[in-house]
């Protein structure tokens, strides 16, 4: 479905449910979400049930049911290309179904990096901020189950 802007995106009709408290993570999202848009239909794809919440460690996390958590607090502390990329690489995670399977984690990161690269997010950017903060690049690594 094509989309004039990010305001004009339904969070409800792209994820299977919603908790999302903040101003801040809905408008980020749906900028996400708007550039996602341009690459494949979000729609017709759909991503799992979307969560704001406190999570142990990471910015974001997919756990073994699908649900999408993420942290608006840690997110806000990095520029907003960095918290998008942060964020599409989460949701890549969901789309290519890695929460439903227990393959390489180092290899399902790539997978999640290439894909959020190529829906046009600043995959680089965030693996250098995280590679000067001392963090593997297993660390977004989120090991697919809520800490
Ligand atoms: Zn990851």
Redo the contacts with the bound molecule.
């Keep these: 479905m094509r989309i004039e802007n990010h305001e004009a995106i339904e969070l409800d009709k792209v994820f299977a449910d919603v908790e999302i408290e903040t101003p801040y993570l809905e408008k980020i999202l749906k900028k996400v979400l708007f550039i996602i848009n341009g690459a494949m239909d979000i729609f017709s794809n759909g991503f799992g049930p979307i969560h704001e919440g406190r999570i142990f460690g990471n910015e ?1 996390v ?1 756990t073994e049911t699908g649900d999408i958590y993420l942290d608006s607090k840690k997110l806000q502390k990095h520029d907003e290309d960095v918290a998008m990329a942060i964020i599409a ?2 949701l ?2 969901y789309h290519l179904g ?1 929460y439903k399977k227990t393959g390489r ?1 180092s290899e ?2 790539k997978e ?2 290439d894909l959020a690269k190529q829906w046009g997010f600043n995959i680089d950017k965030m693996r250098e901020i995280f590679r000067l903060r001392g963090i593997q690049n297993s ?4 090991r697919m189950t809520q800490r």
């Design positions: 974001g997919v690489h989460e890549a995670h890695h984690d399902n990161q999640a990096d660390w977004l690594g989120e």
